[in-house]
């Protein structure tokens, strides 16, 4: 089974802080994904990582940057965190390669929690 | 533009009886995949099933199945007998050729099913 972890369930932080998210997946998939979900808004996807060190911009990176040093985590950075960014951050991944493009389902990990005061 | 439609945000089934949460799609893609998540209380997003656009048989997966009209551009998740550890909130997803390099999912609002015993 595919297993996708996140550093933490739960997060505090005041604003102005920086903030990382941790995202480590056992798969060795080489999508990654960062998505913020909202209610009455779905999901929507923040950064994409294609592979090590790539990454390119979602529907939504204002206000975030992320890393891909290893092939199996990928963090989410929040640089001054701003209470707009309340929110849940879900990590997901998949396998990559042109085929079976459309098919290839996304594994999330349980999500974090993140209250920004 | 792509866009998925939940028309339905909550929905109650007694135990044992099926149900029918709709979703409804845009997209000018001629290829393209549908896939339906479900997200229980714990936050995590658990992948479901799989449509492609092309497939001749709606997909089946268990429990689950897809009521696909590709004409109707609905893709409509069935859960039959159903359980009380169905009671979730399920999200429609698709991903067609105009995602680009990212192969982002675009996500609907989600439906909240409760299902009473």
């Known amino acids: 089974d595919v297993k996708v972890t996140q550093s933490s369930r739960y997060l505090v932080k005041r604003t102005g802080e920086k903030v990382f998210l941790e995202c480590v997946q056992d798969m060795d998939h080489e999508n990654m994904f960062w998505y913020r979900q909202d209610p009455g808004l779905g999901l929507r996807l923040i950064y994409f990582?294609?592979?090590?060190?790539?990454?390119e911009k979602g529907d939504i990176p204002e206000g975030y940057s992320v890393s891909r040093e290893k092939k199996e985590r990928f963090s989410l950075i929040l640089e001054s965190a701003s209470t707009n960014q309340t929110s849940m951050y879900l990590c997901a991944s998949s396998s990559g390669g042109q085929g079976g493009f459309l098919r290839r389902a996304q594994y999330f990990g349980p999500g974090t929690r993140l209250l920004v005061l | 533009a792509q866009k998925i439609t939940q028309t339905q945000p909550g929905m109650f089934v007694q135990e044992k009886e099926a149900v029918t949460l709709d979703c409804t799609y845009d997209?000018?893609?001629?290829?393209?995949?549908l896939f339906w998540y479900k997200q229980p209380s714990s936050g995590e997003m658990i992948f479901l099933i799989y449509?492609?656009?092309?497939?001749?048989q709606n997909a089946t997966e268990g429990r689950y199945s897809l009521n696909f009209q590709k004409a109707r551009k609905s893709a409509n998740l069935v859960i039959s007998a159903s359980q009380l550890g169905d009671s979730a909130m399920y999200f429609c997803?698709?991903?067609?050729?105009?995602?680009?390099?990212?192969?982002?999912?675009?996500f609907g609002q989600g439906t909240t099913l409760q299902v009473k015993p």
């Open positions: 997803a698709m991903r067609g050729r105009g995602s680009g390099n990212t192969g982002k999912l675009i």
């Open positions: 449509q492609g656009s092309y497939d001749e």
């Open positions: 997209t000018s893609d001629q290829s393209y995949g």
């Open positions: 990582s294609y592979d090590v060190k790539m990454k």
